[in-house]
């Protein structure tokens, strides 16, 4: 399975951005899937999770309120929806898929996770 992000780029605080991670070589419909992102020289971090069947997310306390995930399973896809823009959100966002223990689960975990994306970068200026 491979995932591939686009939507990434430079953008003003206070902005918006709309990523979104499309697989191939295996329907969405069959993994939870998942945001997280990294700076260089720190760990990767939890964004937010989509169940496999899309009935439920979870966020990360920083952006919640602020960023949706949500799943088209008919397009392979997977969006990260981000409004009220920070520079502390600049990272390399990657997009992640898994099989987890029930369809509505969703999981914080990196090392739950079986694929990952390349990343896109998200830069917001101040």
């Known amino acids: 399975v491979q995932l591939v992000e686009s939507g990434g780029g430079l953008v003003q605080a206070g902005g918006s951005l709309r990523l979104s991670c499309t697989t191939s070589g295996g329907s969405a419909r069959s993994y939870a899937m998942a945001w997280f992102r990294q700076i260089p020289g720190r760990d990767r971090e939890f964004v937010a999770s989509i169940s496999q069947n899309g009935g439920s997310t979870v966020y990360t306390d920083s952006v919640k309120g602020r960023f949706t995930i949500s799943k088209d399973n008919a397009k392979n896809t997977v969006y990260l929806q981000m409004n009220s823009l920070k520079p502390e959100d600049t990272a390399v966002f990657y997009c992640?898929?898994?099989?987890?223990?029930?369809?509505?689960?969703?999981?914080?975990?990196?090392?739950?996770?079986?694929?990952w994306g390349q990343g896109t970068q998200v830069t917001v200026s101040s």
């Open positions: 992640t898929a898994g099989w987890l223990w029930a369809t509505s689960s969703v999981t914080t975990k990196p090392e739950t996770y079986n694929y």
